[in-house]
């Protein structure tokens, strides 16, 4: 009786790990999917493809903003394109409000989404909360401003998300001799936060130490 018992929890164990990663997948790209349909709310009325279908269908609008995103890409990419842009920049820039907020977020997305950029590139390991608990973070880049002139030794500007969401997070600065850059890819040490510890990246193989030659002393 207790293997059978313990066969059916075994089934059970079995079919949650095949259908809950499944579960969460399709609901969160329900999710984003949900969000970007929302864009079509921005067409006018008379432009609104469920006018014109008769119905509404799921999915549209992602589909029409990732093809309005491939577009734009296409159309900067030349040198017309790119010359819009800056005149576009530059008068955003002298609107009031609106041109601080712009070059702020137009500065962190060109650090993190630019493939120039040096934003999560470095997966670090440093002492957080305190000292003797360790966390993983990411190297953002190097302390500026007046900050500079407070800091006694030379530091790194470092982020630490949170788990399981990433996107949350803190914006340290450490002493560079207490950070300790790991050999570890990017994607390797995000599966690592998001797990929540479960999924640990593999151990690097360490070179064979090499081996000197002993001296050996000829046969008398």
């Known amino acids: 009786m207790t293997t059978k018992k313990t066969t059916l929890k075994s089934v059970f164990l079995t079919g949650l790990l095949v259908l809950v990663p499944l579960a969460i997948t399709l609901w969160v790209l ?3 999917i949900g969000t970007m349909d929302q864009t079509l709310l921005l067409l006018p009325e008379s432009w609104q493809p469920e006018r014109a279908l ?3 269908l799921p999915g549209l609008g992602a589909v029409l903003t990732i093809a309005f995103i491939f577009i734009v890409g296409l159309l900067t990419q030349n040198f017309i394109g790119q010359t819009l842009v800056k005149w576009w920049e530059v008068v955003v820039r002298h609107i009031p409000v609106v041109g601080p907020i712009y070059t702020s977020v137009k500065q962190v997305s060109d650090t993190l989404l630019s493939s120039s950029g040096n934003a999560f590139r470095k997966a670090l390991l440093i002492e957080y909360p305190r000292k003797g608990s360790y966390t993983i973070a990411f190297l953002t880049g190097i ?3 007046d900050v500079v002139n407070h800091l006694k030794e030379e530091h790194v500007s470092v982020y630490v998300p949170t788990t399981p969401n990433p996107t949350s997070g803190f914006f ?3 002493p560079k001799s207490e950070v300790v850059e790991l050999d570890m890819s990017v994607d390797a040490a ?3 936060i998001v797990s929540m510890g479960v999924v640990a990246p ?3 193989v360490q070179p064979a130490p090499v081996r000197r030659a002993t001296t050996i002393e000829p046969p008398l």
């Open 54 to 56: 008769g119905f509404r």
């Open 30 to 32: 329900g999710l984003i």
């Open 202 to 204: 593999s151990v690097p």
């Open 143 to 145: 302390p500026g401003g």
């Open 172 to 174: 340290l600065m450490v």
């Open 190 to 192: 995000l599966k690592y």
